[in-house]
C-alpha cells in the first residue's frame, strides 16, 4: 500500500487532538429487532468474540465443546453481554457490565489476569468514557479502569485480547485452553476520532501506545493473532524448549471508517514495530473494514479476514504475505450494513483440548449489523488448505 499511513511513533491518548465527533462502532439501520438465538433485542447489531470459557464441557453429541459465543449489544439499548452454546444457541449467561449504559458494548475474551481461566473483556463502544472493564463467566467484576486514566474521550474503545507482548504459555500450544497463568494483554483502539493504539495489562497498565494511520481521525478495528509460519511455543519439557519469539501475537488494525486500511504491527519487544501495511479494498472505496484473524486452514499460521462496511463481502488474505487469497459474500449483494467476525473452533468435533495441534483450522463466524436479518451467527467452515470462508456456510448456521 505505497499510499497508506504509516507510523512507528508512539502516541499519548489526548482529548485536545481528537475531533468533537462520535461515530458509532456499530453500523446498523435504525428501528426493527434482531434476533439472537431466539431472544429479541432492539437493532443495533451485536459485537463478538469466541473462546472456550468453560473447559472440557462436552457438547450434545459427546464431543469436546466447542468455543462459546459472547455477544455484546449495540447502541439503543441497555448494556448487555451475553454467553451463547455455539452449536445448540443455548443461553449459558448474560449480565450487564456497565448498568443505565445505553451507548453499546465491545467485547473479547481472554486470560488477561493470569487466572487459568477466560475472562470477559468489555468497553464501552461509543458516547461514553474510555472505560474497560473485566468479568468472569457469572458477570462478577475482577478489574476495571479508564484508558490512560482519562475520563473525558467518548469516542468509544474497540478491544482484543491476545499474547503480544509478556511471557509466553509453556505448556501446548493453543492459548484458548487457558491452562497456563501467563496472562494476555488487552488491545485497547479509539472507534472514533483518532486512531490511536494501546497494549495493557489486566489492571490498565500501558506497556504500549501508539497511532496505527497517523492524522487519521476515523477510528480503528482490531484483531489479534500471529501470523508468523514457523510459531511454535515451547513445551517446557526440556531446558532447551524454550518458546519462540515468532509465536507472540500480532496486532491488526483497520481504519474504522472512510478508507479500507489494514496494518500489522509486533510490540513484544518493547519497541512498536510495523510489520506491514496494504489496502484490503479498492483505496477509493471510501468505507471502512471490521477484521478477524487466525489459523483456518490447517497451517500454523493466522490469515486476516477483512470485511469492508457497507457490504457482506469479505477478503482473505495470507496472515504473513499481506497477499489475497480470495474473497466470499455473506449475504446476499444487497446487504448494505457492517458485518462483526470472529475466529474460533465451531465445527462439531473440530476442537481437542488433549491435541496440541488441533488449533490449526479453526472457523470463522459472521454476525449482521442489520435489524432486518436474524442474528443468529453464520459460521463458514475452515478446512486443510482452504481458509474459512471458501469451503461454505455450515448448513446448520441459522437454526441454533
Request: charged share 10%; hydrophobic share 40%; proline share 6%.
Amino acid at each position: 500500500m505505497s499510499n497508506a499511513p504509516r507510523s512507528r511513533r508512539s502516541a499519548q491518548l489526548s482529548v485536545e487532538c481528537l475531533e468533537d465527533r462520535t461515530t458509532p462502532t456499530f453500523v446498523a439501520r435504525a428501528g426493527g429487532d434482531i434476533n439472537i438465538n431466539g431472544v429479541n433485542v432492539p437493532a443495533g447489531g451485536v459485537s463478538i468474540a469466541a473462546a472456550d470459557l468453560f473447559p472440557n464441557r462436552l457438547d450434545p453429541l459427546g464431543f469436546f465443546s466447542e468455543m462459546q459465543y459472547v455477544t455484546g449489544t449495540g447502541p439503543g439499548t441497555e448494556s448487555l453481554v451475553r454467553i451463547w452454546d455455539s452449536q445448540t444457541g443455548a443461553l449459558l449467561s448474560s449480565f450487564d457490565p456497565f448498568p443505565g449504559f445505553q451507548g453499546g458494548v465491545n467485547v473479547a475474551v481472554g486470560d488477561v489476569l493470569g487466572l487459568g481461566t477466560q475472562q470477559i473483556v468489555v468497553t464501552a463502544a461509543a458516547n461514553g468514557p474510555p472505560i474497560v472493564a473485566v468479568f468472569n463467566t457469572s458477570g462478577q467484576a475482577l478489574s476495571a479502569f479508564f484508558l490512560a486514566g482519562n475520563t473525558t474521550f467518548t469516542g468509544g474503545l474497540n478491544v482484543a485480547v491476545g499474547h503480544v507482548s509478556g511471557a509466553l504459555v509453556s505448556s501446548g500450544f493453543d492459548d484458548s485452553n487457558a491452562t497456563d497463568s501467563a496472562p494476555e494483554q488487552i488491545i485497547l483502539g479509539t472507534a472514533s476520532q483518532a486512531s490511536i493504539v494501546a497494549v495493557t495489562d489486566g489492571y490498565g497498565n500501558i506497556s504500549s501506545i501508539f497511532q496505527a494511520f497517523p492524522g487519521f481521525t476515523g477510528g480503528v478495528t482490531l484483531a489479534a493473532a500471529d501470523i508468523d509460519p514457523t510459531s511454535f511455543d515451547g513445551t517446557g519439557t526440556s531446558a532447551s524448549d524454550v518458546p519462540n519469539t515468532s509465536s507472540y501475537a500480532e496486532i491488526i488494525v483497520g481504519a474504522a471508517s472512510r478508507m479500507p486500511a489494514v496494518a500489522v504491527y509486533d510490540v513484544w519487544t518493547g519497541s512498536v514495530v510495523e510489520r506491514s501495511a496494504f489496502w484490503a479494498f479498492a483505496a477509493n472505496s471510501g468505507a471502512g473494514v471490521t477484521l478477524a484473524a487466525g489459523p483456518t486452514a490447517d497451517q500454523n499460521q493466522a490469515q486476516i479476514f477483512v470485511s469492508l462496511l457497507g457490504t457482506s463481502t469479505v477478503s482473505v488474505f495470507n496472515g504473513s504475505t499481506d497477499i489475497l487469497q480470495g474473497s466470499f459474500n455473506v449475504y446476499p449483494s444487497n446487504y448494505s450494513a457492517g458485518i462483526n467476525l470472529v475466529v474460533g473452533y465451531f465445527t462439531p468435533g473440530g476442537y481437542d483440548p488433549t491435541d496440541e495441534f488441533s488449533f490449526d483450522t479453526q472457523d470463522l463466524a459472521v454476525v449482521a449489523g442489520d435489524g432486518s436479518y436474524q442474528q443468529q451467527p453464520r459460521y463458514f467452515i475452515g478446512l486443510p488448505d482452504s481458509p474459512a470462508g471458501f469451503n461454505g456456510p455450515d448448513e446448520f448456521s441459522f437454526f441454533l
